[in-house]
């Protein structure tokens, strides 16, 4: 049983309404998402046909495909940053096919944390300011806020680094810190597009090894790649063609069913209305 849009509850922002979230729901689940473009049948492009997966709590996935596969369409849509054409996604028991953008924005904040490629820190704020914009965002009080991005950025070992500004960090370390912001908010999901993509050998392996301790340590991740040396340290690969998954293949054991996540602090930072019987974004 999944949840769609209700009733506002006091405390949490009027874009998002009260939903539960299903205790054991995987945290994503897809059902026939289609994304299409174009209205003539000799012209219309499908980025997404009739895709379905469920991507169970723990479990570290890679998304792989070449240029025009659809993966990056799939990214967009499973990080809230684009809606289907047509089909049904649930992120950790959440119906987010029922949000307006409002809703949508909110549930994106709450529920993700994002890694990209190019980084995408602010340059004129240092790293501890950049960890700590989401959670502005959320509304965590300034105490909280800062004590969770400095223990964000020691989890990723870049604490001494926490006053520099991105242009005085390397690459490697730039991305330790988009990483420390992601995980920051607590997310359901840790989203990451090509999170090698702009760094050497050398900072590659540790930011993968560093995303191997997030999972490690019970994260859910998606990665979204089309480098083998990338995909070779998921537990799951899916390879897309066309719009379409082609292939999924387990390389190791589903790890055991985990409860659906449940955020630590409400929108004022104060303590989570929700439990293991189901939360409000």
């Known amino acids: 049983m999944s949840h769609s849009a209700g009733e506002v509850e006091t405390g949490v922002p009027e874009a998002v309404s009260s939903v539960r979230a299903e205790l054991h729901a995987p945290v994503i689940r897809a059902r026939s998402l289609a ?7 000799a012209t219309v492009v499908r980025a997404l046909d009739g895709v379905s997966l ?7 996935v890679a998304i792989m495909g070449a240029s025009g596969s659809g993966k990056s369409t799939m990214m ?3 990080g809230l940053l684009d809606v289907p054409t047509s089909g049904r996604y649930e992120l950790n028991g959440f119906n987010v096919s029922a949000m307006d953008d409002a809703q949508l924005t909110v549930a994106r904040n709450r529920l993700i ?9 602010i340059r004129r704020t240092s790293a501890l300011a950049n960890v700590e914009l989401p959670l502005a965002y959320a509304g965590v009080r300034p105490r909280e806020r800062r004590e969770r991005a400095l223990a964000a950025l020691a989890q990723v070992g870049v604490a001494d680094r926490a006053k520099h500004l991105p242009n005085e960090l390397s690459g490697g370390q730039q991305q330790r810190v988009a990483v420390a912001r992601a995980l ?5 999901l840790i989203l990451a597009d090509e999170p090698t993509g702009n760094l050497d050998s050398t900072s590659t392996a540790d930011v993968l090894d560093l995303l191997d301790a997030v999972h490690d340590a019970g994260r859910t991740i998606v990665v979204i790649t089309h480098e083998d040396e990338v995909a070779e340290r998921a537990s799951r690969v899916i390879r897309m063609r066309d719009g379409k998954i082609i292939e999924d293949v387990r390389l190791e054991e589903a790890p055991p069913t985990r409860e659906a996540w449940t955020p630590t602090t409400s929108a004022g930072g104060g303590a989570a ?3 293991t019987a189901g939360t409000s974004l």
């Open 184 to 188: 920051a908010g607590e997310p359901a």
């Open 35 to 41: 994304k299409v473009y174009g209205d003539d049948p």
């Open 54 to 60: 469920d991507i169970a709590h723990g479990e570290h």
């Open 76 to 78: 967009n849509i499973l």
């Open 273 to 275: 209305t929700g439990s």
């Open 113 to 121: 944390g994002f890694v990209f490629q190019s980084f995408n820190l």
